[in-house]
């Protein structure tokens, strides 16, 4: 059974940082191209940031140059490191395989205000 989840969100000001964090179990996680998507309210689902190699990542327009996604493939985990935060990064993030086929877990919930 697949399995995907996401912590490491929270409160933070304009400007700070979080480190999101997806532990996913029940894939073939090497064969996986991994990503990180968000959920604003009121709009629909977007992808933020997508891993196909150690090497090769792929950002949204919106956030290239702040974030960072990596992955351990020995622990099964993907990560996304988000500085200079702004308030419309506020969303729920979520991880998944790129195009998402697996059922989504619950995200954890990153909110920037001052």
């Known amino acids: 059974q697949v399995r995907l989840v996401e912590s490491g969100g929270g409160l933070v000001q304009p400007g700070g940082s979080l480190r999101l964090s997806c532990a996913a179990s029940?894939?073939?996680?090497?064969?996986?191209?991994l990503a990180w998507y968000r959920q604003a309210p009121g709009k629909q689902r977007e992808l933020v940031a997508r891993i196909i190699s150690y090497e090769l990542t792929i950002y949204a327009d919106s956030v290239k140059g702040r974030f960072t996604i990596s992955r351990d493939n020995a622990r099964n985990m993907v990560y996304l490191q988000m500085n200079s935060l702004k308030p419309e990064d506020t969303a729920l993030y979520y991880c998944n395989n790129h195009p998402p086929g697996y059922d989504w877990g619950q995200g954890t919930q990153v909110t920037v205000s001052s």
């Open positions: 029940g894939i073939n996680f090497r064969t996986n191209t």
